[in-house]
């Protein structure tokens, strides 16, 4: 579990209606590593941004200020593991909002996964989701897509062994995919990505201050609940500072 730092932003931005008080939350993405191939999942913010935030994200740095270092990005902590840009077999993306797509063409012989509905949605979204996506962040030359239809995304087994299942949770937006990574020394940790936020979101103690369907936004973390107590898997929600500080951070990792 790595992060690419962190954005400042407003507490109302994350839970709807909760005022306007600086947050400051953490912008996680994840390195699963499996004897047919290592996934990097989302990669979160950019080197772009790392290197000229305004420049690259433009006014998104009024509402969600990134602040990293070039150190912090997904290619360089990799290095930290020991792996190499190139040895990266899948690139797989929760959704492609703009603190989400770091990975995206970065790792040149990864094949990138990522919903049909999430794909689509990106090149066309309403007036009020337009500021998360940015279109220079996933629409790059020579990256090696592949695109999940809607009747085989959810439940898609990765490497066909249950390890690393996709799990469609709309609301935040159209085509959004967390993750159950089962672990057989660890045990199952269920990665809700932005499918929840923060554990309020979890609990149903708030609405998350973007998503493209409130009522799906609910019932999507509803149905995490139930897969996470199948299998009594640990929980690590999208962006939540004080659920993050608890976790064991990249290059720690949890074990197979």
Known sequence: MFATGYTR??????????GEDPYDIPVPWYL???PKGDVVIDGGIGAEAALDKRGYWGKNVDFFDPILDISETCVEQCKSVGVLAEDVRYVVQS???IDHTGAVGRFPNARHIVTRREYDYAYKPDWFMEAAYLRKDFDRPGVDWQLLEDDEADGY???GDGSFRMIATPGHSPGHQSFLINLPETGSILLTVDAAYTLDHWNDLALPGLSSSASQAVASVHKLRQIA???QALVV?????EAWRELRHGPAQYYS
């Open 157 to 159: 087994d990765l490497f």
């Open 9 to 18: 932003t407003r507490v109302g931005l994350i839970k709807m209606n909760f």
């Open 95 to 97: 959704h492609l909002h």
């Open 237 to 241: 929600t999208g962006h939540d500072p």
């Open 229 to 231: 107590k199948k299998n």
């Open 32 to 34: 699963f590593r499996h």
